[in-house]
């Protein structure tokens, strides 16, 4: 059993920052690239950043030079610091892993449960 428990979000007034985390835990051999979603109301899930297992990472435009992904492999861990924090980033955010759960099993993608962030004043 694998799982991914993200935490960090919240409420923030605009231009503010916000760290989000998401660890996995569970039988896991390994863990390919780590990723952040957002879904807001009434729209689809899309990708916010992403980072793969040499470090290397891309990211949508909307968030290049505010959001930075990063990973602590040894923590089966992925962050999301963001800065500059707009009304438009108000959304759920996700994390996902591609891992493999052992040598029997091929690579899937899991997903965590979501955490609110808002961007009000």
């Known amino acids: 059993q694998v799982q991914l428990v993200e935490s960090g979000g919240g409420l923030v007034q605009p231009g503010g920052s916000l760290r989000l985390s998401c660890a996995a835990s569970?039988?896991?051999?390994?863990?390919?690239?780590m990723a952040w979603y957002r879904q807001a109301p009434g729209k689809e899930r899309d990708l916010v950043a992403q980072?793969?297992?040499?470090?290397?990472?891309n990211y949508v435009d909307s968030v290049k030079g505010r959001f930075t992904i990063s990973r602590d492999s040894a923590k089966n861990t992925v962050y999301l610091q963001m800065d500059s924090l707009k009304p438009e980033d108000t959304a759920v955010y996700y994390c996902?892993?591609?891992?493999?759960?052992?040598?029997?099993?091929?690579?899937?993608?899991?997903w965590g449960q979501g955490t609110q962030v808002t961007v009000s004043a």
């Open positions: 569970g039988s896991i051999a390994s863990i390919n690239a």
């Open positions: 996902k892993m591609n891992l493999r759960r052992g040598s029997r099993y091929f690579p899937r993608d899991y």
């Open positions: 980072v793969n297992s040499g470090g290397g990472t």
